[in-house]
């Protein structure tokens, strides 16, 4: 189990990463690459992260066609994340693509399947997507489709953890982004404390503005981090 909260760079350019990290220099952390960082700066931003021996997870939501995909999975697995991730809702044949790479490359590189993002409610998914579900059910229906073709686990909110472990197993890894105790919720609809994160069986948590907007992010971090350990013991 992780018992560290990962936190999301969600930054413009390597400068406020570099500035932000600062605060944390006795510090090991696990941290968040997603696309507006990756798309500017390649795979050299992960390498800059890495040898400052922090863990990374690379968030890139893979989802494309399956050799695509195979091929993109190979290439991010040859940088030594963590975790990275791919849409659940490419279907078996992607996922399964996604899988082989891994297996090809021997990684222990977990791959989590995106299933509903936490910017989605029940109005986009059932208005606009014409999907005739509730949340969580559907997320639940793509976490069973990772499952099936041997993905490590998922990223859902920690609203649908629970069923979807009741409903997979208890170790499918759920990974729970939109993690917030203070601040108010904007793009992100679906978000939750770190004690529902706790009481959901998270894996792992995924905090981002609290922390990175924080006046002393080093001193929330440890507030987060402390809360989340004493959650997982």
Not at 117 to 127: P, Q
Not at 176 to 196: F, H, M
Request: include cysteine; hydrophobic fraction near 35%.
């Amino acid at each position: 189990m992780q018992t560290k909260p990962i936190i999301a760079l969600d930054f413009s350019n390597y400068k406020e990463v570099k500035n932000f990290l600062k605060n944390f220099k006795k510090e090991k952390l696990f941290v968040k690459i997603g696309m507006e960082l990756f798309y500017k700066y390649g795979p050299s931003i992960v390498k800059k992260i890495q040898k400052q021996n922090h863990d990374v997870f690379i968030d890139l939501k893979l989802h494309d066609i399956p050799n695509t995909v195979y091929k993109a999975t190979k290439n991010i697995l040859a940088l030594n994340p963590k975790i990275i991730t791919v849409h659940a809702s490419g279907g078996s044949e992607m996922l399964e693509y996604a899988y082989k790479a891994k297996k090809e490359l021997n990684s222990d590189t977990k791959i989590l399947a995106i299933t509903c993002l936490t910017s989605i409610d029940k109005k986009i998914l059932n208005d606009e997507l014409k999907i005739e579900l509730s949340i969580e059910q559907a997320a639940l229906n793509l976490a069973k489709l990772a499952n099936q073709n041997k993905i490590d686990g998922v990223v859902c909110s920690v609203f649908e953890v629970e069923k979807i472990k009741t409903n997979i197993s208890k170790d499918f890894i759920c990974l729970t982004p939109g993690i917030r105790n203070k601040v108010q919720s904007s793009d992100q609809k679906r978000v939750a404390s770190v004690e529902l994160a706790r009481k959901s069986k998270s894996n792992y948590i995924v905090v981002g503005r609290e922390i990175t907007t924080a006046k002393e992010p080093y001193k929330t971090y440890l507030e987060i981090k402390g809360e989340w350990q004493n959650a997982k013991n």
